[in-house]
């Protein structure tokens, strides 16, 4: 929608208001088929997040269609837990209609744009953490939705309590990166949460999966744990909602970066507080 032509035209006198109303409400909404999807293109524009296609239970034309239809509104797509199967049938085909596309590193979730997307260390930066390898799908969701939000992923994958020392370097890691934000992915009793949200000094977004069994099956047991934490700044997503929490940390990170933008010799507090214990250590 070119909202620049509609004013000009309105101040000219060549529409009015309830024209201008009328082609607004046609492009806030990009039609599928008869009754088979009303997209929601102006979403990122209003909401700061773009629309995500859940790819689970379409059927693979319907998908097909939806992912174009996206892509000719807002030049960006990110579709989420497709099976094997359509996932690799439609990189394939959404490859040969020229455009970008991008995969989870393990799991079932896409990222298309018109054009490559770029980063750099300016972009916000967010900590993405899990248990297990088991967990790395849903951690990669919430990185891909971070992506397509603009926001680089700091990732460290199976870190999980059972092995407490691969644990340290990780949390090192994030606070030396300066992130705004870490989404801490986790099934089993899901304690990495709040093992985390007890060593850093920003928001953290817990992820429950459905990795598990017996007590803890399909994630109850992680998400009843993470909700019952006493480590303060922890919130905590649904079973599997690794697009969620990806979509959470951007909204906070982005806020962050419109009114102190990331320099590359910036440090967090916690880092200032670790230096300064290191000073008066020495004195």
Not at 242 to 265: M, N, Q, V
Request: a neutral charge.
């Amino acid at each position: 929608m070119d909202l620049s032509r509609l004013l000009k035209k309105y101040s000219n006198g060549e529409i009015g208001v309830n024209e201008i109303q009328r082609e607004i409400s046609i492009e806030n909404i990009g039609y599928v088929g008869e009754n088979i999807a009303r997209l929601d293109v102006q979403r990122e524009s209003r909401r700061g997040c773009p629309e995500v296609i859940l790819a689970l239970g379409k059927q693979y034309n319907d998908l097909y269609e939806i992912s174009l239809k996206t892509m000719q509104k807002t030049g960006l797509a990110l579709i989420s837990k497709a099976t094997q199967e359509v996932f690799a049938k439609l990189c394939a085909q959404l490859k040969q209609e020229g455009y970008t596309v991008e995969t989870a590193t393990r799991g079932t979730t896409i990222l298309v744009s018109a054009q490559e997307l770029a980063f750099n260390e300016n972009n916000p930066h967010i900590g993405i953490i899990c248990a297990g390898t088991s967990d790395i799908p849903i951690a990669e969701e919430a990185r891909m939705m971070a992506r397509a939000m603009g926001c680089v992923g700091i990732m460290h994958y199976d870190v999980g309590i059972a092995g407490m020392h691969r644990l340290l370097p990780a949390v090192r890691n994030i606070i030396e990166k300066n992130v705004e934000a870490v989404v801490v992915v986790a099934g089993m009793e899901g304690a990495l949460a709040s093992v985390i949200s007890a060593l850093v000094d920003v928001p953290v977004i817990g992820v429950p999966t459905s990795v598990g069994y017996g007590m803890g099956s399909s994630g109850i047991g992680a998400l009843t744990s993470m909700l019952q934490t006493c480590s303060f700044g922890l919130a905590v997503m649904n079973i599997d909602n690794g697009i969620g929490a990806g979509a959470f940390a951007a909204l906070i990170c982005k806020r962050i970066s419109l009114k102190h933008p990331r320099k590359d010799d910036s440090v967090s507090a916690t880092e200032e507080i670790r230096r300064e214990g290191d000073l008066l250590k020495r004195l």
